[in-house]
């Protein structure tokens, strides 16, 4: 017996020895798996990291684009006879051109023509002949202050040789944020829908003044003037490049861009506040004469929507007065300030034109402030804002896009040339 257990006794030890390396195995692949939970755990959380820091960037980005943006307008309106008083077809045009750069400098959003006199202009089509014509002034005024709020690249495509442009070559370029050159990089861009057929269910095909064609996201009627939001990244090899339509307002509330003004035709005085493209009007209303209070001892309020009115030759009394629609004598009532921003002229009169300049340089500048409105304040600058008018045979708004202008016979009514249909 004694025998016999000695022999068993190293089938034990062998036992006992596999036993261990299984055990030893087993051991190191619980290691193994607890370290790659480890590791998982860890680059998970890395990942979740790193995401929720993307989207706090994404966040901050998407704040600073708000903060960016400018939510209140500037209109000004002034009389179209102002171009009576040059004496010859150059002149005026030049005088449109320098009320156009004035504009576009001090960042305008609407230029509102309107008629002093009273005469009803009901459009802007057609021939206009003749400096006595009645609202000829008002109509070569508004398409010049719209021929040059077009991007050049697009004035082909929407306007045609008139007499009212005859002598656009002597104007300087407004050289606008939106008028951009080819190769230029930008996250939006102003273009024409083209007459060129597209797949089902993609979307037209849009000159934007660059080497390739754009394709928006929806299909669109072609002559159709938008502005368009340049998609990222693009692939450089593709021959086309995407891009989404998007309202013409959507540079200035969404990144702060100044893009241009529009222009809108009134018949009278009192057209230019009854027909305010705006819902809720215009909250803060300027005139401006030398008869007023000077602008060193006012301070302006809030606002929304503000809109500073210029008199013609013969001051803001004689549109008043030429106007049925308006009961009182004294222009002074109708706005909310009446100031003459150069108090101490050294000439007896001061020019619509320059005018605008002073009026800047006193300093209508808005200033942003917690509210989605704006503080006005008397500073050295000034903000305006834009203009546009419809030339003859424009097409059509986009439907359900405040881009573009109203349909035809809306967008080109007597007192309410309105339409986005810039050039």
């Known amino acids: 017996m004694a025998d016999g257990g000695e022999a068993k006794r190293p089938r034990e030890v062998v036992d006992r020895k596999v ?62 006879s102002i171009l009576n008083n040059a004496q010859s077809p150059e002149l005026r045009t030049y005088l449109a051109g320098q009320i156009a750069r004035a504009c576009a400098i001090f960042c305008v959003d609407e230029i509102v023509v309107f008629d002093e006199y009273g005469e009803d202009t009901k459009s802007v089509e057609g021939e206009f002949e003749g400096i006595g014509k009645k609202g000829k002034a008002c109509v070569q005024l508004a398409r010049i202050l719209q021929y040059l709020e077009c991007p050049q690249y697009l004035r082909k495509s929407f306007f045609p040789k008139h007499g009212d442009l005859q002598f656009a070559g002597l104007l300087n370029p407004l050289d606008s944020p939106h008028h951009m050159r080819m190769d230029e990089d930008s996250e939006y861009r102003e273009g024409v829908v083209l007459d060129r057929p597209s797949k089902p269910g993609k979307g037209s095909f849009v000159n934007c003044g660059m080497r390739k064609e754009v ?59 009854s027909e305010c493209p705006f819902k809720e009007g215009y909250d803060l209303s300027i005139g401006t004469s030398e008869r007023g209070s000077s602008v060193d001892q006012v301070t302006l309020p809030s606002f929304r929507h503000a809109l500073v009115v210029f008199g013609g030759l013969q001051g803001l009394e004689a549109g008043v007065d030429a106007d049925a629609n308006l009961e009182v004598t004294d222009p002074s009532l109708l706005f909310d300030f009446y100031l003459n921003t150069c108090p101490s002229q050294g000439s007896r009169t001061i020019r619509t034109e320059v005018g605008q300049v002073a009026h800047g340089a006193a300093g209508v500048v808005p200033v942003h402030t ?41 967008a080109l009514s007597a007192a309410r040339v309105c339409s986005r249909k810039r050039c």
């Open 215 to 273: 394709q928006i996201d929806r299909q669109l009627q072609p002559g159709l003037r938008v502005t368009v939001r340049l998609q990222e990244p693009q692939n450089p090899e593709a021959k086309v490049r995407k891009g989404i339509v998007v309202s013409s307002h959507h540079p200035r509330t969404v990144s702060g861009l100044y893009w241009g003004y529009s222009v809108r035709l009134a018949s009278c005085l009192s057209a230019v506040f």
């Open 19 to 80: 036993d261990w390396q299984r055990w030893k195995q087993e051991r190191k692949a619980e290691k193994k798996k607890w370290r790659e939970l480890k590791l998982l755990k860890k680059l998970e959380k890395q990942r979740m990291g790193e995401l929720a820091e993307k989207q706090a960037e994404q966040a901050r980005e998407e704040e600073q684009k708000e903060d960016r943006g400018r939510h209140h307008t500037l209109s000004v309106a002034l009389p179209g």
């Open 370 to 410: 917690e509210q989605p409105q704006c503080r006005a304040a008397f500073l050295p600058l000034a903000v305006t804002r834009r203009a546009s008018v419809i030339p003859p045979a424009m097409p059509q708004t986009v439907p359900g896009l405040p881009r573009g202008p109203l349909p035809r016979t809306a």
